[in-house]
């Protein structure tokens, strides 16, 4: 008499092996025929910096454990991973960070300890990054990452010094920010287009 819209819950185990994975989930009950829903999905493997820091690209800087008593990744270009950034000690990296596969993410923060986690050389355009609450991602590059969830109390400081008006423009991307710090140099907020807008949730400073 009707189409009613339901929610299912698939739980997957911890032993799952990282990478995609597809199924099927047959629903049963009442009166209704079976139905087959098909899933598709992913199982993404975290790693937090709790080793060595030995730069962003090597494997040694990243353990499954907050510990830093997990083992590394077998290899940093690995599909699927997670790389969560919680040790404020061991946040000062440079060089370049070439994260590949789509299902990559870079988390910034554990949502409780105030950390800053500082881009100074440029990190693969499609890469996502979330910035959890009491964290600041500060970028200090004109290439920067996917900003994807930006929690309660994240901060986003676009940091970029430079000051050739023709070469060191940076836009800050249409989207909501919790709180926004633009510093230094030569920043343009992105506008014009029809449904584009910035938000900020709450504190806007412009140095």
Known sequence: NGQITKTLYVRISNAAPSGAFT??????????????????GAVARHYYNTKANLGLNNAGTWSTTTDGTGPSPADISDPNIVFNIIEPNNVGYTGSWNLSDVNNKIIVGDGTTPLTFVINDPITWSVKIDVKNNATLKILNKQFPVLNNLDDGSTIDFAYPGTNA????????????????LTKGIKYLCSGATGSQITVRNNFVAD
């Open 23 to 40: 199924g099927t989930l047959t629903h049963s009950g009442g009166s209704a025929a079976d139905t087959t829903a098909i899933i598709n």
């Open 166 to 181: 023709n070469t060191d423009q940076v836009s800050i991307p249409s989207r909501s920010f919790y709180n926004l710090t």
